[in-house]
């Protein structure tokens, strides 16, 4: 398809997705849990065999992703959303999106999320991207990730850990945690001071050292109006970035919770630009 035509028709699309998010806040860093009533396509597989509910088991928990596959042969999504959301916030609309950049699929989901099992744990969850990803069957050199929002700390930990994937995207990401937490967090009641979190965050998302090491295409997209997560969080995450073939987007318009509905044509040409530019 003509990629003009492939971009127009996506518009479309994810109208539709944009209205649906509007009335999800996220509220930051802390987790805030998303439980959904069972999606229509829970635990299932669709008429063709290419997409179904994708049950992952990790240490003490299953995960409920989602996978959507077109081709084996092709690159394949791996998307981490934001805080307050689900996966069944995200398909299968943004899943046929990624379809329109010839693209497979795999929308992680977080323990305790959606219909996944398990306790939401920051630090506890940051091998699960990986996990998936090897339940799938993906090879990195066949993979781009997407980390939206607090998705970004799972993103940037799975291309850590495996620093052959083909592609980043951070969309509304976080650099440094501990902003977070100290800002909004209660310490007191947590029974932990402020360089209990600082060694912590250090020790488990140095954010710096990982994207340091990272070496395939960068995509960060944030707004300029964010008043959850600061677009500093955006610039230091591209400073960092030890990749040559980087581009941070700044939006003018929209914030934390519309940046995609506010900005729709310009997010997608990015993505699909960024896309294209891996496959070919």
């Known amino acids: 398809m003509n990629p003009y035509l492939r971009r127009a028709s996506l518009v479309v699309c994810l109208a539709t997705v944009s209205c649906a998010a509007a009335h999800r806040p996220s509220t930051g860093l802390t987790p805030t849990v998303r439980k959904v009533a069972e999606s229509p396509w829970a635990r299932s597989v669709s008429p063709d065999g290419r997409y179904l509910t994708f049950m992952v088991e990790v240490d003490g928990a299953e995960l409920a992703c989602y996978r959507k596959i077109i081709d084996p042969d092709s690159f394949t999504m791996v998307h981490f959303h934001g805080n307050g959301e689900a996966v069944a916030d995200y398909v299968p609309d943004m899943a046929d999106v990624f379809t329109g950049f010839g693209l497979n699929s795999l929308f992680v989901e977080y323990r305790e999320y959606g219909g996944s099992t398990g306790k939401a744990q ?49 969309e509304s990401g976080i650099a440094d945690p501990s902003e977070r937490f100290l800002t909004y967090a209660d310490l007191s009641a947590a029974g932990v001071t402020e360089s209990d979190v600082l060694a912590e965050v250090e020790q488990h998302f140095n954010h710096q050292g990982k994207l340091s090491e990272y070496k395939n295409p960068l995509l960060i997209m944030h707004t300029e109006n964010d008043g959850l997560i600061d677009i500093s969080h955006a610039e230091r995450n591209y400073q960092w970035a030890g990749s040559t073939q980087n581009r941070l987007l700044r939006f003018p318009v929209g914030n934390h919770n519309t940046i995609f509905g506010m900005n729709l044509q310009e997010y997608l040409t990015a993505v699909g630009d960024f896309v294209d530019a891996i496959q070919t």
């Not at 998936?132 to 850990?161: C, D, N, Q, T, W």
């Open 122 to 170: 920051l630090v506890v969850m940051l091998g699960d991207g990986e996990a998936a990803m090897k339940a799938a069957g993906l090879e990195p050199e066949k993979v781009i990730v997407f980390g939206r929002s607090i998705g970004s700390l799972y993103a940037i930990e799975l291309v850590h850990r495996q620093p052959a994937i083909a592609g980043l995207i951070l």
